[in-house]
């Protein structure tokens, strides 16, 4: 089955910086990568996604880039701030079926 | 809208004894999703319905774990004889469809003493 690979665990980045996370997934056949935010005590958030029809997405200060053919997709947020300290988790689906995450990125803003 | 609805938000069970999670999905979504998350094993798939069908139950469990949809308003996750290495937070979800933004509750705190 789809195995997603998230590859940082921790992230600390200055305030105002950019931040970026990296992702891998295995199955060929995936064609919808969302990333969620999930704040301390909190339940998962959705922040932006990007499908295979394309390989760039911006919302605002979020950047999504896919390349297909390394399987891989990064999450990018720009201008960095306080509140965006949280945890990041990247996750896949194929067939409008389940989502399959990664283990998730503890980012860190620094002052 | 009031999002996701997951009932109870905390619940210590006995070891051995059987926990039902209660979960409301937004109206008019007809895609239903159950996931656990733990520490150690993170975010992991346990079962999902479509339009009330169960579609995928590849993460669950077979011989404890069980999950329903009698109508499109609720779900339910079923634990017998509950373990230790049952307590998580399991969060329900939904989308109006496949592929698109998929919404979480806040989670049911299962602790098993």
């Known amino acids: 089955g789809e195995k997603v690979e998230q590859h940082e665990s921790t992230l600390s980045v200055r305030e105002g910086d950019s931040a970026v996370i990296n992702c891998t997934y295995t199955?060929?056949?995936?064609?919808?990568f969302p990333w969620y935010k999930q704040e301390a005590g909190k339940s998962l958030h959705f922040v932006i996604d990007?499908?295979?029809?394309?390989d760039r997405k911006q919302s605002q200060r979020l950047i999504v880039l896919l390349d297909k053919k390394a399987k891989r997709f990064s999450l990018h947020i720009t201008a960095t701030q306080p509140e965006d300290s949280a945890i990041y988790f990247c996750?896949?689906?194929?067939?409008?079926?389940?989502?399959?995450f990664g283990q998730g990125t503890k980012l860190s803003i620094k002052p | 809208n009031a999002g996701v609805i997951q009932t109870p938000r905390h619940k210590v069970t006995g070891k051995g004894q059987e926990a039902t999670l209660w979960c409301e999905p937004i109206?008019?979504?007809?895609?239903v999703f159950w996931y656990r998350q733990t520490i150690v094993q993170g975010l992991e798939f346990l079962t999902y319905?479509?339009?009330?069908?169960?579609?995928?139950d590849s993460g669950m469990p077979k011989e404890r774990f069980s999950a329903q949809m009698p109508n499109q308003s609720h779900s339910t996750l079923k634990i017998q004889s509950t373990q230790p290495q049952d307590s998580a937070v399991y969060l329900c979800?939904?989308?109006?469809?496949?592929?698109?933004?998929?919404?979480f509750g806040k989670g049911t705190r299962l602790t098993v003493v």
């Open positions: 990007i499908r295979s029809n394309v």
């Open positions: 319905f479509r339009n009330q069908a169960p579609i995928d």
């Open positions: 109206s008019g979504h007809s895609a």
């Open positions: 199955d060929t056949a995936s064609s919808y």
């Open positions: 979800a939904s989308s109006l469809w496949g592929d698109t933004e998929v919404f």
């Open positions: 996750a896949a689906s194929y067939n409008q079926g389940k989502l399959i």
